[in-house]
């Protein structure tokens, strides 16, 4: 049996290679190909190439990789063609994945979309795309699965494979044991996984963490870098502050867990700080015609996973144009100062995690492909 995949971020390449594993317990022969990224690579996949490091977004940063999506493209439907797979399985990504699975749908294939994009927040007017062109949407929200199905979608709700991660992530126990030996209460600075991200929320991170310190000086402040690159430039934009700051690459999970209060992107990291009961503040900056389009593309009241898990803004969170460093402040310092307001906040956390943070998710997924999915793949074949 043969799988093909497409994963074009970090996160997608973490769940990807989950679900391989997953797949791998239960058949054991079987193959798996395409794009995706290391994780993937060393649970036994055969990369055709490292679409995850590439991890681009907006409509400027994909024009500029324009001729290496073509590319791709044409070595994916090459691929069909010549290999055949028995099922197409693509994780989030949408804009690229879209092409993908109109190449494997219209040669037969069957396509599963494996942590669907939130389409229903911000484009529903791309389901028509993914009526057409995906046979399977495995939902890793609640309320997902009614929102494809109502409009004529197969969808079944899985749950969100990250806790599946989540519940057997190591730490490391000697960085931990090195920070907790030093002064003062920690706060976390995540800007993102992709460098654009970092570049355009790091500025409003350097101004919450001067304006907490000034309030609290004896808390310090922790970044978490996806790679090395990340790492150089946060360093190099705290370098000539005087600042209590520490730059770490491949210390999010270390980080989270030391933390007692957060400052984030919004992103698929927002589970994380789920899982760790984590008082956090969510913060994404956006230009000035995006805030003011916002309005007319979001179908959602919010941007961060977590409230809309909760159907609430149980995380203060920002999606703005404009410098919101005093009100982000304002709450990350309460957490720091205020006990009464720091356990309200890890209890609503924690009585939400015990709802919705349910492991299984990749297993349920693989249950999912090898017994619907491939018994349509042979019946087509047929």
């Not at 993937?40 to 500029?64: Q, T």
């Not at 989540?166 to 090195?178: E, G, I, R, T, W």
């Not at 790679?227 to 690459?249: G, I, W």
């Not at 460093?325 to 720091?336: D, K, N, Y």
């Amino acid at each position: 049996m043969k799988l093909f995949f497409s994963v074009g971020e970090p996160s997608g390449d973490l769940h990807g290679a989950n679900l391989i594993r997953a797949i791998n317990c239960r058949q054991p022969a079987c193959e798996y190909v395409g794009f995706g990224g290391e994780r993937m690579a060393d649970a036994g996949a055969r990369l055709l190439y490292p679409l995850a490091n590439l991890s681009v977004m907006g409509f400027r940063r994909i024009a500029d990789h324009f001729a290496t999506f073509l590319k791709l493209l044409r070595m994916a439907d090459s691929f069909f063609r010549r290999h055949r797979p028995d099922a197409v399985i693509l994780v989030d990504y949408p804009g690229f994945n879209w092409w993908v699975a109109k190449r494997a749908h219209r040669l037969g294939i069957p396509v599963v979309y494996f942590v669907p994009p939130q389409i229903w927040a911000w484009a529903g007017w791309r389901v028509g795309k993914m009526r057409r062109t995906v046979d399977h949407v495995l939902c890793t929200l609640p309320f997902e699965q009614d929102w494809f199905t109502a409009r004529g979608v197969n969808a079944t709700y899985i749950g969100h494979p990250y806790f599946d991660e989540l519940q057997h992530q190591p730490l490391d126990q000697a960085f931990l044991a090195a920070q907790r030996a030093k002064p003062g209460q920690v706060v976390a600075l995540l800007p993102g996984s992709r460098t654009q991200e970092v570049t355009e929320n790091l500025p409003v991170f350097m101004k919450v963490a001067a304006r907490v310190h000034q309030h609290c000086p004896e808390a310090r402040f922790l970044v978490a870098s996806f790679n090395e690159k990340q790492r150089q430039l946060a360093q190099s934009s705290f370098a000539d502050s005087s600042l209590p700051v520490e730059t770490h690459c491949a210390r999010t999970p270390e980080i989270i867990a030391l933390a007692r209060a957060c400052l984030s992107v919004s992103g698929s990291v927002g589970l994380e700080l789920l899982h760790r009961g984590l008082p956090s503040v969510v913060h994404y900056k956006v230009d000035r015609t995006k805030k003011l389009l916002a309005p007319l593309v979001l179908k959602v009241k919010w941007i961060s996973i977590v409230n809309l898990l909760a159907n609430e803004e149980l995380l203060p969170e920002f999606l703005t144009a404009t410098d919101e460093s005093g009100p982000i402040s304002e709450h990350l310092i309460r957490w720091l100062t205020d006990s009464n307001a720091h356990t309200e906040m890890t209890r609503r956390l924690g009585d939400l995690r015990r709802l919705v943070a349910q492991p299984g998710a990749c297993d349920r997924a693989a249950d999912y492909v090898l017994t619907r999915v491939i018994k349509q793949s042979k019946t087509r074949a047929a």
